[in-house]
């Protein structure tokens, strides 16, 4: 069967550049059934590096069959073939490849907070090794976008940047783009987040600004750091909906004291955005501020992989730190949610003008 050449390229990527794959490594390629096609390019990109393939191809069913029929033991604990998958392997490719994002929409919350904080520490040793989260087009995705699949596939071949010559050439520039702006942040104290019913400020002092280039994150195009946990104050109003365990939440605001969540509220879906952030006392502080510098995705489309990466956008997570970035907060939630920059919005550091409407200052440094 003739593939499309762009997803053969998808594969090369992922296998060449993000996880950089080696001879005899052990890789599990997990991903639903929609994916096949990027999944049978994954499997023969690694054996071309030498590396083993540990397919897993799981029907979407399955999650559904788990959060109807599961028992208390399948929410609570993880078991020994897990451990075992998770101790000994070298690394992850994951594929996100729905045929429905609103298959879990009447999940119990509670239900999917037990199964998240059980295989968290599954989670944590796996960020460890070598991973990188993708997509494979499907039409769910495209409807929740707006668009065509043929349109949707187009859009997102062009983000990953895997429609070029040499994708991963365009990747090495990008992570220097990246790499300019975190000099100029670099030894910086406090960020001030402005705009329509917006005004935060954190601190960053002695943390550390990761550049994300595509090596964990596929498309990628952000820097991100962990926020000082007690260190927001203000409000703020997120504009886009967030997308989160099968749900749309909208109409997002929280107000931070002390670094910490004392309101919350949401135009749709309040109750759900409450469970999460009684999930642990972790999930009302922050664990990442992060801002897209991906000019290549400047259309929303309730995909957070793609969203938060939009060029002139920051985007706060609730819930765990990047230990590289030198945050410690602790949670079995991480949830990224997304302030659109682009129309009345800034962003300073240390008081000085950053950026301005989506767009970075020039010579800010």
Request: glycine fraction near 8%; hydrophobic fraction near 40%; proline fraction near 3%.
């Amino acid at each position: 069967m003739k593939i499309d050449s762009r997803i053969q390229q998808h594969a090369r990527l992922l296998v060449r550049y993000s996880v950089e794959a080696g001879s005899r490594e052990i890789f599990t390629v997990d991903g639903a059934t929609e994916a096949e096609p990027l999944i049978v390019a994954l499997h023969e990109e690694l054996l071309k590096a030498g590396a083993y393939a540990a397919v897993r191809m799981t029907p979407e069913r399955c999650v559904e069959n788990l959060m109807q029929f599961g028992k208390d033991h399948h929410y609570d604990t993880v078991s020994k073939l897990d451990k075992a998958v998770v101790k000994n392997v070298d690394g992850t490719i994951r594929i996100m490849a729905s045929s429905n994002t609103r298959a879990l929409s009447r999940t119990d919350p509670k239900k999917q907070a037990r199964l998240s904080k059980a295989t968290h520490p599954l989670r944590e040793t796996l960020l460890k090794k070598k991973w990188v989260l993708t997509l494979h087009p499907t039409a769910a995705y495209a409807q929740d976008a707006d668009m065509s699949l043929s349109d949707f596939e187009d859009f997102v071949y062009s983000a990953l940047m895997s429609d070029r010559d040499d994708s991963v050439r365009a990747w090495k520039e990008q992570q220097k783009k990246q790499a300019g702006l975190i000099r100029q942040v670099r030894n910086a104290d406090q960020f001030r987040i402005v705009g329509p019913d917006t005004d935060l400020t954190l601190s960053i002092k002695g943390r550390t600004f990761i550049n994300s280039c595509g090596k964990h994150n596929m498309p990628c195009g952000e820097i991100f750091t962990g926020p000082v946990e007690t260190s927001a104050e203000g409000f703020i109003r997120y504009d886009f909906p967030v997308v989160h365990g099968g749900r749309e939440i909208d109409g997002i605001r929280l107000v931070f004291r002390q670094g910490k969540v004392v309101e919350a509220s949401a135009e749709k879906n309040e109750a759900f955005l409450l469970n999460m952030l009684d999930m642990d006392p972790g999930a009302r502080r922050l664990g990442e501020l992060g801002i897209g510098t991906h000019y290549g995705i400047q259309r929303f489309i309730k995909n957070i992989l793609f969203d938060e990466k939009i060029g002139g956008t920051v985007h706060l997570a609730l819930g765990a730190s990047y230990p590289e970035t030198g945050g410690v907060n602790k949670s079995a939630l991480h949830w990224d949610m997304i302030k659109d920059l682009r129309k009345g919005g800034a962003l300073y550091v240390d008081g000085k003008l950053f950026q301005k409407d989506g767009t970075f200052v020039k010579g800010w440094s």
